[in-house]
T-cell receptor
Framework: QKEVEQDPGPLSVPEGAIVSLNCTYS??????FMWYRQYSRKGPELLMY????GNKEDGRFTAQVDKSSKYISLFIRDSQPSDSATYLC?????????FGAGTTVTVRA | EAGVVQSPRYKIIEKKQPVAFWCNPI?????LYWYLQNLGQGPELLIR????????DSQLPKDRFSAERLKGVDSTLKIQPAELGDSAVYLC???????????FGAGSRLTVL
């Protein structure tokens, strides 16, 4: 079993819809949680970073962390075609950063 | 400010040939990483440098892969000889020492025929 599980999708939604992405993890030592966005043929870029349970909001993006359930989520409100990308969750303990497999999202105009 | 720069962006080689990838990290970033990303997968760490010292190379297949970071700035990742299964994207990333957030380059896409 992988330390970080992420449904690879793909996910296709109409423009304006809410996109919901999630990851589960098994390593209780993970303290830092990130979401990276990766456009086709580009490197991952940081979208959200949090280190505590609860919600963090940045514009149309909301990250949720539930450490008791070992579950993190990313919500994208009012999705745009420019949000079409692969979204990677990532988690870190004191030493190592572990990535999920990524979920590919397509927002249809 | 320039980001993490990688070259070449694309490389096609025959199996058993050597290949090398180069990375220039963000200025001032002491920590440099090489990751492997297979199609449909998340990045997996190959090696991490703190300045010129490789502090985590446990996932680097040392029979055919090697890396160096002379002078603690630029880094080179080499594969010799390449195998069909090495076809993937090789990502370089950098960060400040101890930082949790990494900045990635665009990657070098390798195709081995």
């Amino acid at each position: 079993q992988k330390e970080v599980e992420q449904d690879p999708g793909p996910l296709s939604v109409p423009e304006g819809a809410i996109v919901s992405l999630n990851c589960t993890y098994s390593n209780s030592a993970f303290q830092y949680f990130m979401w990276y966005r990766q456009y086709s043929r580009k490197g991952p870029e940081l979208l959200m970073y949090t280190y505590s349970s609860g919600n963090k909001e940045d514009g149309r993006f909301t990250a949720q962390v539930d450490k008791s359930s070992k579950y993190i989520s990313l919500f994208i409100r009012d999705s745009q075609p420019s949000d079409s990308a692969t979204y990677l969750c990532a988690m870190k303990d004191d030493y190592k950063l572990s990535f999920g497999a990524g979920t590919t999202v397509t927002v249809r105009a | 400010e320039a980001g993490v720069v990688q070259s070449p962006r694309y490389k096609i080689i025959e199996k058993k040939q050597p290949v090398a990838f180069w990375c220039n990290p963000i200025s001032g970033h002491n920590t440099l990483y090489w990751y492997l990303q297979n199609l449909g997968q998340g990045p997996e760490l190959l090696i991490r440098y703190e300045n010129e010292e490789a502090v985590d190379d446990s996932q680097l297949p040392k029979d055919r892969f090697s890396a160096e970071r002379l002078k603690g700035v630029d880094s080179t990742l080499k594969i010799q000889p390449a195998e069909l299964g090495d076809s993937a994207v090789y990502l370089c990333a950098s960060s400040l020492r101890g930082a949790n957030v990494l900045t990635f380059g665009a990657g070098s896409r390798l195709t081995v025929l």
